[in-house]
């Protein structure tokens, strides 16, 4: 039986993990990236080819998606990478991002937020949802 359990515990380790990836939402000032003659498209440049990544931009602010395939990344460390701005310069990501946000824990704690002192989710009734959006 410890054989067993011992065998059983290791071959875990060695199947993938289905939540090993982690995504990012980096947004951008568009008047700030003017400024540094630079746009999200070119930031992307930098991740494309390691990463999955998706830039956006229109009415509202830029905004940059990046998923990473290590969860050991937090968004300091996202932030103290080094990005292309524009064919001279290089800086910090935090250095000319409005907001680095991790969606992963941002959804833990969301689901958090859903689910009681007690663990059983929150149920609310429409009309209630309706009246605190009032």
């Not at 990236?33 to 930098?46: D, Q, Y």
């Not at 830039?55 to 509202?60: D, E, T």
């Not at 958090?112 to 309706?130: F, H, I, P, R």
Request: charged share 25%.
């Amino acid at each position: 039986m410890l054989l067993f359990a011992f065998l059983f515990t290791i071959s875990m380790d060695a199947f993938p993990k289905e939540n090993e990836k982690k995504t990012f939402l980096i947004l951008f000032n568009k008047s700030e990236l003017k400024k540094i003659n630079s746009s999200t498209e070119f930031i992307e440049l930098n991740f494309f080819e390691k990463f999955n990544t998706k830039s956006y931009s229109g009415n509202s602010d830029a905004a940059l998606l990046i998923t990473i395939p290590d969860r050991d990344i937090d968004k300091c460390q996202m932030g103290e990478t080094l990005v292309q701005v524009n064919h001279t310069t290089w800086i910090p990501l935090k250095e000319i991002a409005f907001r680095i946000i991790d969606l992963n824990e941002s959804n833990e704690n969301y689901q958090a937020l859903l689910t009681g002192k007690d663990g059983q989710l929150l149920s609310k009734s429409k009309s209630q949802l309706v009246r605190l959006k009032l």
